[in-house]
């Protein structure tokens, strides 16, 4: 049996089965988009439904936000993304092509951490190494992540915004909206599922490094002296999180970022690294940030962002833990972990062993064949009464029942239900009676009708 796929795999399974497409592909494609087709959006939102669980529903300090994706450009100078938020870039002196230099680097076996623009550049000089089309590569310059926009008719600074970067400023521009309007009590958190854009240098290996992504992010507000328990409390329901979406123990690590590597903002960062197809690369992140992002913005909006603390009676500014997690990034891992190929009945299969709860759909309804109406209309009656208790199901006549299997495995459906004339009674033990396969197994058991929804749940 294999277990953990190549990239290949996964891509082709995504455009074969409808998961993920390149973004504008008609048109050539735009490097660093994809597209998703209905069943990427069911499984995404399977993921988000999870994170949303976890992270907000199940606790009682979370509020929700949904900031806009364009914000002024003053938001990013009182972040430092105006500053810092940018990489390594290094061009191909005769082609002009880009390339992340730290990448080039780590991918000669350099490790770039904590090496300043220099430093990684005298480290490449020193290796002599020609660009992928055997040129020299010119001197190298840090080249911003944020994407400018114009905003309305005139183009002065003014007028200039950014799409964000990353979802965490729409939470700290709305401190003081919420803390006005519910009036919690520290700690508590906000946390936002939405998109954010960065240039990248070079988008590639699929959906792990984008131009266009979405980011489930949690700001959660503390005592400054209470940051190390809240720390440990997120970090174990990231642990939590990873168990539920089927990522195996064997695939993550959590890495503790050093001072040289941590973002401008961050006391202590630790990442989530998984092991994907092209190798052990992050994943999530999980920082604190102590009360940079509130004080800056109270700096540059000229709005006092500090909380009454009541219990204390003295106005603090609160200092922030944040879980940052990338839907894409998380939707890769989940498919890697997932993937199998086995040989069933002779034949290879390829098959997701998602978890139920993130299956785009939790069982598909056939009949045996598809010209007995007798046989249809049973299916039809059955898969009514399944969809009224759990909407995520698929009726599939299309084809033979092993190619409707085939077709199931690969989308990770973990029921398929066969009407067959034992159902309505050919076998009079088993009228009222369906068969069942399991996905992973193949095993097939029968089970009554009026059963199938407490069966499936
Ligand atoms: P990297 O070092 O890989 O560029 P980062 O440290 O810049 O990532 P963060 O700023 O911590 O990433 O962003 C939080 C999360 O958002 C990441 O852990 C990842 O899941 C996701 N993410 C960041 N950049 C991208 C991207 N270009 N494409 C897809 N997901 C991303």
């Given at each position: 049996m294999k277990q953990f796929p190549s990239m290949e795999d996964i891509v082709s399974l995504c455009k074969r089965r409808g998961f993920i497409f390149p973004g504008s592909e008609i048109y050539g494609g735009l490097a660093g988009t994809y597209d998703y087709g209905h069943l990427g959006v069911l499984l995404k939102e399977n993921i988000k439904r999870v994170w949303w669980d976890m992270f907000?529903?199940?606790?009682?300090d979370m509020y929700r936000v949904d900031a806009s994706l364009i914000m002024p450009a003053k938001v990013w100078e009182a972040s430092g993304h105006t500053e810092t938020f940018s990489d390594p870039l290094v061009t191909d002196?005769?082609?002009k092509e880009r390339y992340r230099l730290d990448h080039v680097l780590e991918d000669a076996g350099i490790d770039p951490a904590g090496m300043s623009l220099d430093e990684m550049w005298q480290a490449l000089v020193a290796t002599g190494l020609k660009t992928p089309k055997g040129n020299d590569y010119a001197e190298p310059v840090t080249f911003n992540l944020l994407f400018p926009v114009t905003m309305g008719a005139s183009a002065t600074s003014a007028s200039l915004a950014y799409l964000?970067?990353?979802?965490a400023q729409g939470m700290f521009v709305n401190f003081k909206n919420v803390v006005d309007a519910?009036?919690?009590?520290?700690?508590f958190g906000l946390a936002q599922v939405g998109k954010a854009f960065r240039n990248e240098i070079a988008p590639r290996e699929f959906v792990f490094r984008l131009r266009e992504l979405e980011q489930m992010e949690v700001e959660y507000f503390i005592r400054p002296d209470d940051w190390t328990r809240a720390f440990d409390e997120w970090l174990s329901v990231m642990r939590s999180f990873a168990v539920a979406l089927g990522l195996p123990s064997t695939h993550l690590v959590e890495k503790e970022i050093g001072d040289a590597d941590?973002?401008?903002?961050?006391?202590r960062t630790i990442d989530f690294e998984f092991t994907f197809p092209t190798g052990t690369k992050e994943l999530w992140g999980l920082a604190y940030r102590t009360d940079y992002d509130l004080s800056r913005h109270s700096e540059y909006s000229s709005v006092s962002l500090a909380y009454l603390d009541e219990e204390a009676k003295e106005k603090i500014v609160p200092h922030v833990i944040e879980p940052s997690l990338g839907v894409e990034r998380t939707l890769l891992a989940v498919l890697t972990s997932a993937y199998r190929e086995d040989d069933m009945g002779g034949e290879k299969r390829v098959y997701l062993a998602l978890p139920k709860a993130i299956a785009p759909y939790k069982a598909a309804v056939f009949?045996?064949?598809?010209?007995k109406p007798e046989l249809v209309s049973k299916a039809r009656e059955v898969f009514a009464m399944i969809k009224k208790e759990i909407p995520q199901i698929i009726f599939d006549d299309n084809g033979n029942i092993g190619k409707r299997y085939r077709r199931q495995d690969e989308i990770g459906t973990p029921y398929c239900i066969t009407i067959d004339f034992d159902t309505l009674g050919e076998n009079p033990e088993h009228i009222d009676t369906v068969t069942v396969r399991d996905r992973d197994s193949g095993t097939q058991s029968r089970v009554a009708i009026a059963a199938l929804t407490s069966y499936l749940r």
């Amino acid at each position: 049996m294999k277990q953990f796929p190549s990239m290949e795999d996964i891509v082709s399974l995504c455009k074969r089965r409808g998961f993920i497409f390149p973004g504008s592909e008609i048109y050539g494609g735009l490097a660093g988009t994809y597209d998703y087709g209905h069943l990427g959006v069911l499984l995404k939102e399977n993921i988000k439904r999870v994170w949303w669980d976890m992270f907000v529903d199940e606790r009682e300090d979370m509020y929700r936000v949904d900031a806009s994706l364009i914000m002024p450009a003053k938001v990013w100078e009182a972040s430092g993304h105006t500053e810092t938020f940018s990489d390594p870039l290094v061009t191909d002196a005769k082609t002009k092509e880009r390339y992340r230099l730290d990448h080039v680097l780590e991918d000669a076996g350099i490790d770039p951490a904590g090496m300043s623009l220099d430093e990684m550049w005298q480290a490449l000089v020193a290796t002599g190494l020609k660009t992928p089309k055997g040129n020299d590569y010119a001197e190298p310059v840090t080249f911003n992540l944020l994407f400018p926009v114009t905003m309305g008719a005139s183009a002065t600074s003014a007028s200039l915004a950014y799409l964000r970067g990353e979802t965490a400023q729409g939470m700290f521009v709305n401190f003081k909206n919420v803390v006005d309007a519910y009036h919690p009590k520290l700690p508590f958190g906000l946390a936002q599922v939405g998109k954010a854009f960065r240039n990248e240098i070079a988008p590639r290996e699929f959906v792990f490094r984008l131009r266009e992504l979405e980011q489930m992010e949690v700001e959660y507000f503390i005592r400054p002296d209470d940051w190390t328990r809240a720390f440990d409390e997120w970090l174990s329901v990231m642990r939590s999180f990873a168990v539920a979406l089927g990522l195996p123990s064997t695939h993550l690590v959590e890495k503790e970022i050093g001072d040289a590597d941590r973002a401008h903002y961050s006391k202590r960062t630790i990442d989530f690294e998984f092991t994907f197809p092209t190798g052990t690369k992050e994943l999530w992140g999980l920082a604190y940030r102590t009360d940079y992002d509130l004080s800056r913005h109270s700096e540059y909006s000229s709005v006092s962002l500090a909380y009454l603390d009541e219990e204390a009676k003295e106005k603090i500014v609160p200092h922030v833990i944040e879980p940052s997690l990338g839907v894409e990034r998380t939707l890769l891992a989940v498919l890697t972990s997932a993937y199998r190929e086995d040989d069933m009945g002779g034949e290879k299969r390829v098959y997701l062993a998602l978890p139920k709860a993130i299956a785009p759909y939790k069982a598909a309804v056939f009949p045996l064949l598809k010209n007995k109406p007798e046989l249809v209309s049973k299916a039809r009656e059955v898969f009514a009464m399944i969809k009224k208790e759990i909407p995520q199901i698929i009726f599939d006549d299309n084809g033979n029942i092993g190619k409707r299997y085939r077709r199931q495995d690969e989308i990770g459906t973990p029921y398929c239900i066969t009407i067959d004339f034992d159902t309505l009674g050919e076998n009079p033990e088993h009228i009222d009676t369906v068969t069942v396969r399991d996905r992973d197994s193949g095993t097939q058991s029968r089970v009554a009708i009026a059963a199938l929804t407490s069966y499936l749940r």
